[in-house]
């Protein structure tokens, strides 16, 4: 069999291909919707309630910045699964790996539900909590990796930016649903939203993952691996073999999302903090101007996705990179007039200059990696950023707030964050470019 690219008749009739296509697609969004709905929550969580319901008697920002910490674990684990389910992912196949991810995380999520507070049980309360953000962040780091090579390898290598962009809504879908879920369970319990109404929207997961597993196992596995598969070329340590040939691609992977990612969780996540704390404004406000952004993302996304394959993946992205570091003071400057619509303005925008990096940036960083060796090493240089750059954001964000009570230094360092990215961005392969897997994966055997 021939890959995917070669026409759209490589794995039997055209109409079973065309169906097949539109199964990866709507499985990998529909799976990645619910893996990030499950991530976000924990960090709207993170910001509302986890201070008081497991970090009680803290200092306000030291409780605060408690609670980030045990989000930073989700983040830090986000390698690790990358790792873990990149090797299987080159080894047996995308389509086995995803479904493993999705019962991780929603397992995960739904025990959060349940999980007695600090008053309850003392300080097992957070530290079991940290033990399940640890499960989060190992299921979202396998996750990335095979929902965006399901899609892409399914697609024409003409439109692999707009093929690769659609699990990207997972973003925007996951924090729309998961915003929207805290929105109505804060209004519809009022007080008690603190006590127990948080927990609906944790375990309302169980539901989302039996309908990501029903999508999902109806999918066929990608052609292009398929066909790697058929030629006996499945590398025996894709891991391994990746990071021996193409560290550098890895750590340009890493750092060219400094920009898209840090400033990522600061508009969605530290800004719910920054609302309620300095700015002294009610939640209900910031999380429907956040709605309302990630509405936008569902068009903005794909939008971008489809301008990569136009004019190039590098010129795209890094516009948006250009854009986020300029709105690092504005940013701030039209939260701080505590103006509705401003505010409405800032949040949006922010996450528009976010998506402009976003929609092709699946394709950029996957086409570096050959087909044999691209669900490790992509998967791994998608994931690092998380250790560098999402994780750390919030807790930078509450600490610089913390220590000067002012929003100067996180502007400053959103700025230093798009430096950073453009420095990688100029320095990455270029897109489309895939790079020949090494002899010695390509000649390894197929077994596990």
Same mark, same amino acid.
């Given at each position: 069999?021939?890959?995917?690219? /070669?026409?759209? =008749?490589? =794995?039997?009739?055209?109409?079973? $291909?065309?169906?097949?296509?539109?199964? /990866?697609?709507?499985?990998?969004?529909?799976?990645?919707?619910?893996?990030? !709905?499950?991530?976000?929550?924990?960090?709207?969580?993170?910001?509302?309630?986890?201070? $008081?319901?497991?970090?009680?008697?803290?200092?306000?920002?030291?409780?605060?910045?408690?609670?980030?910490?045990?989000?930073?674990?989700?983040?830090?684990?986000?390698?690790?699964?990358?790792?873990?389910?990149? $090797? !299987?992912?080159?080894?047996?196949?995308?389509?086995?790996?995803?479904?493993?991810?999705?019962?991780?995380?929603?397992?995960? =999520?739904?025990?959060?539900?349940?999980? #007695?507070?600090?008053?309850?049980?003392?300080?097992?309360?957070?530290?079991?909590?940290? &033990?399940?953000?640890?499960?989060?962040?190992?299921?979202?780091?396998?996750?990335?990796?095979?929902?965006?090579?399901?899609?892409?390898?399914?697609?024409?290598?003409?439109?692999?930016?707009?093929?690769?962009?659609?699990?990207?809504?997972?973003?925007?879908?996951?924090?729309?649903?998961?915003?929207?879920?805290?929105?109505?369970?804060? +209004?519809?319990?009022?007080?008690?939203?603190?006590?127990?109404?948080?927990?609906? #929207?944790?375990?309302?997961?169980?539901?989302?993952?039996?309908?990501?597993?029903?999508?999902?196992?109806?999918?066929?596995?990608?052609?292009?691996?398929?066909?790697?598969?058929?030629?006996?070329?499945?590398?025996?340590?894709?891991?391994?073999?990746?990071?021996?040939?193409?560290?550098?691609?890895?750590?340009? /992977?890493?750092?060219?999302?400094?920009?898209?990612?840090?400033?990522? !969780?600061?508009?969605?996540?530290? &800004?719910?903090?920054?609302?309620?704390?300095?700015?002294?404004?009610?939640?209900?406000?910031?999380?429907?101007?956040?709605?309302?952004?990630?509405?936008?993302?569902?068009?903005?996304?794909?939008?971008?996705?489809?301008?990569?394959?136009?004019?190039?993946?590098?010129?795209?992205?890094?516009?948006?990179?250009?854009?986020?570091?300029?709105?690092?003071?504005?940013?701030?400057?039209?939260?701080?007039?505590?103006?509705?619509?401003?505010?409405?303005?800032?949040?949006?925008?922010?996450?528009?200059?976010?998506?402009?990096?976003?929609?092709?940036?699946?394709?950029?960083?996957?086409?570096?990696?050959?087909?044999?060796?691209?669900?490790?090493?992509?998967?791994?240089? !998608?994931?690092?950023?998380? &250790?560098?750059?999402?994780?750390?954001?919030?807790?930078? /964000?509450?600490?610089?707030?913390? +220590?000067?009570?002012?929003?100067?230094?996180?502007?400053?360092?959103? &700025?230093?964050?798009?430096?950073?990215?453009?420095?990688?961005?100029?320095?990455?392969?270029?897109?489309?470019?895939?790079?020949?897997?090494?002899?010695?994966?390509?000649?390894?055997?197929?077994?596990?």
């Amino acid at each position: 069999m021939t890959s995917a690219d /070669a026409g759209p =008749t490589t =794995t039997g009739p055209q109409t079973l $291909h065309r169906t097949q296509r539109r199964r /990866a697609v709507v499985a990998s969004t529909v799976g990645t919707t619910i893996e990030w !709905y499950d991530f976000f929550l924990y960090g709207t969580a993170a910001a509302l309630v986890f201070p $008081h319901v497991f970090f009680p008697g803290s200092e306000p920002y030291a409780g605060i910045i408690a609670s980030f910490g045990t989000q930073f674990v989700g983040f830090a684990a986000r390698p690790v699964g990358a790792a873990i389910f990149g $090797h !299987y992912g080159d080894r047996i196949g995308r389509k086995a790996t995803l479904v493993v991810t999705l019962l991780i995380m929603g397992i995960g =999520t739904a025990l959060i539900g349940v999980l #007695p507070g600090y008053v309850a049980i003392g300080v097992a309360a957070p530290i079991l909590l940290t &033990v399940l953000r640890l499960l989060q962040g190992v299921a979202v780091g396998g996750e990335w990796g095979g929902s965006v090579l399901l899609a892409m390898e399914w697609g024409s290598q003409k439109r692999r930016g707009f093929m690769a962009s659609w699990p990207q809504l997972g973003v925007p879908l996951g924090l729309l649903l998961s915003t929207g879920m805290v929105q109505l369970l804060s +209004s519809t319990t009022g007080e008690s939203f603190t006590t127990w109404g948080w927990r609906i #929207p944790f375990l309302a997961s169980i539901v989302l993952v039996g309908i990501g597993l029903y999508v999902r196992l109806r999918v066929l596995e990608s052609p292009e691996f398929t066909a790697v598969r058929q030629k006996q070329a499945v590398a025996r340590r894709p891991l391994l073999e990746v990071i021996r040939t193409q560290w550098r691609d890895i750590l340009l /992977a890493a750092f060219v999302r400094m920009s898209e990612q840090a400033p990522f !969780y600061l508009f969605v996540t530290f &800004v719910l903090t920054y609302g309620t704390s300095k700015l002294k404004l009610e939640r209900s406000g910031l999380l429907n101007a956040t709605l309302v952004a990630a509405a936008i993302g569902l068009v903005s996304v794909p939008l971008f996705g489809y301008l990569s394959d136009r004019i190039g993946r590098k010129l795209m992205y890094g516009i948006g990179v250009v854009a986020t570091g300029a709105f690092a003071f504005p940013y701030f400057g039209l939260l701080d007039s505590k103006i509705s619509g401003l505010m409405l303005l800032a949040i949006v925008v922010s996450l528009i200059f976010h998506d402009m990096q976003y929609g092709p940036q699946a394709a950029l960083i996957a086409e570096v990696f050959g087909t044999n060796v691209r669900y490790s090493g992509a998967g791994l240089g !998608y994931q690092l950023a998380s &250790v560098i750059a999402g994780g750390p954001a919030p807790l930078i /964000a509450a600490a610089i707030l913390a +220590s000067t009570g002012s929003s100067t230094g996180i502007s400053w360092y959103i &700025v230093g964050c798009a430096v950073v990215s453009m420095i990688a961005l100029v320095l990455m392969p270029a897109a489309g470019a895939t790079r020949t897997p090494a002899p010695a994966a390509q000649a390894a055997s197929t077994k596990t």
